[in-house]
């Protein structure tokens, strides 16, 4: 199952490989960041006006009954459902680690426990299965933990079978689907039914979608049935994952007023991503196809052949873009869609890296 990105590392690496992100690095945060997948929109005032007016003086509900509620209303499912985490990464962790020590014990048996990931996916899923010692399977039939993201990253496209596979679940496996992006889809439709989300964990974490990726803080919703699961789960969380920062920005997350923002900075991303997917064709580059606000190129053959220094000499230059290699897609990159200044700044720092370089 492990792949090779353009550098000859494995995509999935082992625990001692540095873990490989877009966003803020060594150098700073990036004037131009390409390699996110924040809305750039963002933040949203109104919620970043409520996190700056935040009480921070005290601890929050441990239990978050009032937050809880105001989810699951939103929601349309019972406030039992509703579980929190820290972010989405450290459920990713939580569940794969109680996959690994509990599944054993309901199949009464030693045999060591598995997971799938799809082959294009977010490192974390890896890397908390070898956290977890699970191995992890070419094929998703028989793993005892599953993992989805609709629309996926880096690709940003439905997950191919996702149906099919939720259909054949056993009872024993867990099927996790990220619900990262499914806030800042611009086209398309979602696979799944709300009937078939029932029967899967939903992981929900909308500071993406607001702009707000400095805000830590998620929420799942359980599918119907999995209490005992459930209950583990929540055992198994440090107190209070949530602080006074994330319990604002969750709860702004569902009013109207925050969702009609939301709506209406997704109609300027349209605009904007196709501006850029232009520009992005001028280059000579290739377009994945994409249904959020980032997508994947392939570069000309120049580029991709000087790779390292063409990232260097852009980074020098404030533009920072997502090596895609560690997705297994070799000599591409993960573009998050900016504005059309920004754009313009990328363009003309990519033409001017080298004429000769556009063919």
Known sequence: MTMLNVKGMPTQPP??????????DTLGKPSYDFSTNSNALGPCPEVLTQICLSDCSS?????????????AVWHGVSPQRILFAASASEFIFRISSLIGKNTAATQMTQAKKTVWVPPHSYGDYALAARMADLEILEESDSADLIWACEPSSPLGQNQIGLAST????SGSQQLVLDCAYQALRLSGHASLSAQQRDVCWQLFTPNKALGLTGIRGAYVIAPLHAEHWQQQLEQMAASWPLGSHAVT???????ASVQDWLANSLLILREWKQRQIELCMNLGWQVKPSDTNFFCVTPTLTIQDHCVDFLRAMRAQGIKLR???SFGLD????????SPPMQDAFYHAVKQYSPHYQS
């Not at 939720?166 to 679940?169: C, D, I, P, T």
């Open 249 to 255: 920005m969750l709860n702004a997350w569902v009013t």
């Open 166 to 169: 939720l259909a054949s679940l």
């Open 59 to 71: 601890y929050p509900d441990p239990d978050y009954h009032s937050l809880r509620t105001t989810l």
């Open 331 to 338: 000599d591409c990159f993960r573009l998050r869609v900016l």
């Open 15 to 24: 625990s001692s490989v540095l873990r490989i992100h877009g966003g803020t």
């Open 323 to 325: 090596d895609a290699g």
